[in-house]
């Protein structure tokens, strides 16, 4: 390929731009409205502009993508992540268009991108999933109340056709059931236009563990795993790898269920499995498959030395050979802090604004920063609110961790509000330190850790 169009924005724009120089691939940038002025647009070797702000009207419309594709000779498209990038008829356009697709793929993206469908052929492959639901008619409450009360409750009522976290609603008790599948039936229509949903065991105390993967058709190696427990309203905010304080034999075979699920439908590419570990029994329960880059995928990249980003580009070339699973080796431990507008005494509330001072961690430093933006940008209500991701790497775990805290105290944002001081009261958190860690860690101690905040 000597030409790439990148289907997206932002930091994972810029992220696959800068792929794409190393490479000596030429690149394409596509904008909105908002994004006339944004770095990607600048970075790119091109750009088209595709759209009003909104993202239904711009970056969602798969007719202006292709178009502005063909008007620069693109000769493939990546993803990116979000938008179109787990969209399996999209994929199927561009390879119909003659281009190449970097990623997975269609089918691999439809087997996966429908949760139940990725549940039965994780059943298949031997993989354990978590307690749940088969396909629901939400029509007949009765069946669906039954099949609630056999599951037992808490549980989780879930979208079949997305992921991110987005409309799940965990419910305690049978009279709450019928408004949450409500709620979540509205908000997957709204998200992914389908609004299918299934039930799922809550795991009170569990822990979101993932490998990442990379496929090479009907051969396949993890590139190890990651931790993203801390999160908040079910969205990650910190992430490291490894995964600390899970017991190598349940570490090999989470490992070895994710290459045997991969494997099992040929998959192409990078692809991330996620697993809930369960912090009290030790057991561990697929919970879905991201075929696409991650937005965590930094943590791997540092502890492994590999780009992923070029890898995907290389592999959809026909210019990246089958890699062998001794040839990754694992070095140190990494920890990702997700950097955004939001407001954590609002129950995190996105806080759009314009940044009228924004310095962030010299990469001098050791300490790596992807994002999207500059001084003066403009951080809007259309999209994701992160700001940015910043990056550190210790021999260990500890030491990741005061490398990270530097990192964030040496990071200076104003003109609105962000989670800086609240990320740093989670790292400096004793629970936290002691590998205390679950997907209840913020909820649990949010008093504790919203304080620092307020006070700044």
Same mark, same amino acid.
Request: glycine fraction near 8%.
């Given at each position: 390929?000597?030409?790439?169009?990148? @289907? $997206?924005?932002?930091?994972?724009?810029?992220?696959?731009?800068?792929?794409?120089?190393?490479?000596?691939?030429?690149?394409?940038?596509?904008?909105?409205?908002?994004?006339?002025?944004?770095?990607?647009?600048?970075?790119?070797?091109?750009?088209?502009?595709?759209?009003?702000?909104?993202?239904?009207?711009?970056?969602?419309?798969?007719?202006?993508?292709?178009?502005?594709?063909?008007?620069?000779?693109?000769?493939?498209?990546?993803?990116?992540?979000?938008?179109?990038?787990? $969209?399996?008829?999209?994929?199927?356009?561009?390879?119909?268009?003659?281009?190449?697709?970097?990623?997975?793929?269609?089918?691999?993206?439809?087997?996966?991108?429908?949760?139940?469908?990725?549940?039965?052929?994780?059943?298949?492959?031997?993989?354990?999933?978590?307690?749940?639901?088969?396909?629901?008619?939400?029509?007949?409450?009765?069946?669906?109340?039954?099949?609630?009360?056999?599951?037992?409750?808490?549980?989780?009522?879930?979208?079949?056709?997305?992921?991110?976290?987005?409309?799940?609603?965990?419910?305690?008790?049978?009279?709450?059931?019928?408004? @949450?599948?409500?709620?979540?039936?509205?908000?997957?229509?709204?998200?992914?236009?389908?609004?299918?949903?299934?039930?799922?065991?809550?795991?009170?105390?569990?822990?979101?563990?993932?490998?990442?993967?990379?496929?090479?058709?009907?051969?396949?190696?993890?590139?190890?795993?990651?931790?993203?427990?801390?999160?908040?309203?079910?969205?990650?905010?910190?992430?490291?790898?490894?995964?600390?304080?899970?017991?190598?034999?349940?570490?090999?075979?989470?490992?070895?269920? @994710?290459?045997?699920?991969?494997?099992?439908?040929?998959?192409?590419?990078?692809?991330?499995?996620?697993?809930?570990?369960?912090?009290?029994?030790?057991?561990?329960?697929?919970?879905?498959?991201?075929?696409?880059?991650?937005?965590?995928?930094?943590?791997?990249?540092?502890?492994?030395?590999?780009?992923?980003?070029?890898?995907?580009?290389?592999?959809?070339?026909?210019?990246?050979?089958?890699?062998?699973?001794?040839?990754?080796?694992?070095?140190?431990?990494?920890?990702?802090?997700?950097?955004?507008?939001? $407001?954590?005494?609002?129950?995190?509330?996105?806080?759009?604004?314009?940044?009228?001072?924004?310095?962030?961690?010299?990469?001098?430093?050791?300490?790596?920063?992807?994002?999207?933006?500059?001084?003066?940008?403009?951080?809007?209500?259309?999209?994701?609110?992160?700001?940015?991701?910043?990056?550190?790497?210790?021999?260990?775990?500890?030491?990741?961790?005061?490398?990270?805290?530097?990192?964030?105290?040496?990071?200076?944002?104003?003109?609105?509000?962000?989670?800086?001081?609240?990320?740093?009261?989670?790292?400096?958190?004793?629970?936290?330190?002691?590998?205390?860690?679950?997907?209840?860690?913020?909820?649990?101690?949010?008093?504790?850790?919203?304080?620092?905040?307020?006070?700044?």
């Amino acid at each position: 390929m000597k030409k790439v169009l990148i @289907a $997206n924005r932002g930091e994972i724009a810029c992220r696959v731009i800068r792929a794409c120089r190393k490479l000596g691939i030429g690149s394409v940038a596509v904008y909105s409205d908002a994004d006339a002025d944004s770095p990607h647009v600048r970075m790119a070797d091109e750009s088209v502009h595709i759209g009003p702000a909104r993202s239904a009207e711009s970056y969602l419309q798969v007719a202006k993508i292709l178009a502005a594709a063909r008007q620069k000779g693109a000769c493939g498209i990546h993803p990116g992540y979000g938008f179109l990038s787990e $969209n399996a008829s999209f994929a199927q356009a561009v390879i119909d268009a003659g281009m190449t697709w970097v990623g997975p793929e269609p089918q691999s993206i439809r087997d996966m991108g429908h949760k139940q469908n990725a549940r039965e052929l994780a059943v298949s492959a031997g993989v354990p999933v978590v307690p749940g639901s088969g396909r629901l008619d939400s029509s007949d409450m009765a069946s669906v109340t039954r099949e609630a009360s056999r599951i037992g409750y808490p549980l989780l009522v879930k979208a079949a056709a997305g992921g991110g976290g987005i409309g799940m609603r965990q419910v305690t008790e049978s009279a709450h059931l019928e408004a @949450a599948i409500g709620a979540t039936q509205s908000q997957a229509e709204s998200a992914f236009g389908n609004g299918d949903i299934f039930l799922e065991k809550y795991v009170a105390k569990a822990r979101h563990v993932e490998i990442q993967v990379f496929g090479f058709g009907e051969k396949a190696i993890h590139i190890f795993d990651r931790d993203c427990s801390l999160q908040r309203r079910f969205q990650k905010i910190i992430e490291e790898a490894p995964a600390p304080d899970i017991p190598s034999d349940v570490r090999s075979r989470m490992q070895s269920a @994710a290459v045997a699920l991969a494997e099992s439908v040929q998959y192409q590419g990078a692809g991330t499995v996620e697993f809930i570990f369960d912090v009290d029994t030790r057991d561990f329960y697929f919970l879905e498959m991201n075929t696409r880059i991650q937005v965590e995928h930094p943590v791997t990249e540092m502890i492994t030395g590999l780009d992923l980003v070029a890898m995907q580009l290389l592999y959809a070339g026909g210019m990246l050979k089958a890699l062998q699973q001794h040839e990754v080796v694992q070095r140190g431990h990494a920890i990702e802090c997700r950097l955004y507008a939001e $407001n954590p005494d609002k129950n995190f509330m996105p806080s759009p604004g314009t940044l009228t001072k924004f310095e962030l961690p010299d990469s001098e430093t050791g300490i790596r920063v992807e994002t999207g933006y500059e001084q003066g940008g403009v951080i809007t209500p259309f999209y994701d609110p992160m700001i940015a991701k910043i990056v550190a790497h210790g021999s260990d775990r500890q030491e990741a961790v005061k490398s990270m805290i530097a990192a964030l105290n040496n990071t200076s944002i104003q003109g609105l509000r962000t989670n800086k001081e609240f990320l740093i009261a989670c790292l400096r958190h004793p629970a936290f330190n002691m590998q205390e860690i679950s997907t209840r860690f913020v909820g649990d101690h949010i008093n504790e850790l919203a304080a620092p905040a307020k006070a700044a």
